[in-house]
């Protein structure tokens, strides 16, 4: 079975027009992965009895955005920095290459794209976590 894909195009900002496909990690990469997340966020000593089923994917993101600052920033910017892996270009020609990080000319301008595209890069991994796939997304 092929990896999920999904292809986001910027609206906004200075990335505006810009496709990106992203693509999901090969099995034993995302198993990695999840494990260091997992690891960073014990070690950072979060309490996860305050999470509150009630208030759904509002108290799991309030879960989620008090680990993250407590986690150990060379860690949590390694895994940051490895969901753009999954990230490629689709430039005008219309064939994916992986990105380009450089000050002058990279193919990132926007810090709001950075974002943008690591949040796309962890939901198709998470996606399984919900209720099912987005409609854009191949499963």
Do not use: Y
Not at 59 to 81: R, W, Y
Not at 116 to 128: G, Q, S, T, Y
């Amino acid at each position: 079975m092929a990896r999920k894909t999904k292809t986001v195009t910027m609206d906004s900002g200075r990335d505006a027009g810009k496709t990106f496909l992203i693509t999901e990690m090969p099995l034993l990469q995302a198993d990695r992965w999840a494990q260091q997340a997992l690891f960073a966020l014990a070690r950072s000593g979060i309490e996860t009895q305050q999470f509150d089923e009630d208030e759904g994917m509002l108290g799991m993101a309030k879960v989620a955005l008090n680990a993250i600052s407590h986690i150990d920033p060379l860690v949590g910017n390694e895994l940051m920095n490895e969901l753009l892996t999954c990230v490629q270009i689709v430039p005008s020609g219309g064939v994916a290459r992986d990105l380009i990080f450089d000050d002058d000319s990279g193919d990132i301008e926007d810090v709001k794209t950075l974002f943008m595209l690591r949040k796309e890069a962890l939901m198709i991994h998470l996606d399984f976590l919900t209720a099912g796939s987005s409609p854009d997304t191949n499963n």
